[in-house]
């Protein structure tokens, strides 16, 4: 099956944004779904938003820690799934990843069959 691709991450002060990108050539983003996860150093992972597609208009969920900082969308043209992260905390420092499923029912990793291999998001000073 094919592996899911993350890009964006690096270095930012706090305050600061990022824009990650999950490149999902071989997927259908009309009709898979994608999620981005997050998982600090000795955490567990944790949404940070999810993406599905539905019959009248995509379906996002967001995750408590990000929620109103970050927005996820399609880019059909590059058939990716972007995450806009604003207002960057320190807190927000771990490795996001990107992981897609055919059926989504929860915004929750053990939801996703495959995953990307990760891009270092760190925000420091």
């Known amino acids: 099956q094919f592996q899911p691709v993350e890009s964006g991450g690096g270095v930012v002060q706090p305050g600061g944004s990022l824009r990650l990108s999950c490149d999902l050539s071989?997927?259908?983003?009309?009709?898979?779904?994608v999620g981005w996860f997050r998982q600090a150093p000795g955490k567990g992972r944790e949404a940070v938003s999810c993406i599905s597609a539905s019959r009248d208009r995509d379906r996002t969920d967001y995750g408590p820690s990000m929620k109103g900082r970050v927005t996820i969308f399609k880019d059909h043209a590059k058939n990716t799934v972007d995450l806009q992260m604003n207002s960057l905390k320190p807190e927000d420092t771990g490795i996001y990843y990107c992981g897609v499923t055919s059926l989504l029912a929860l915004c929750v990793p053990t939801a996703f069959d495959y995953w990307g291999q990760g891009t270092q998001v760190t925000v420091s000073s």
């Open positions: 071989g997927y259908d983003l009309n009709t898979d779904a």
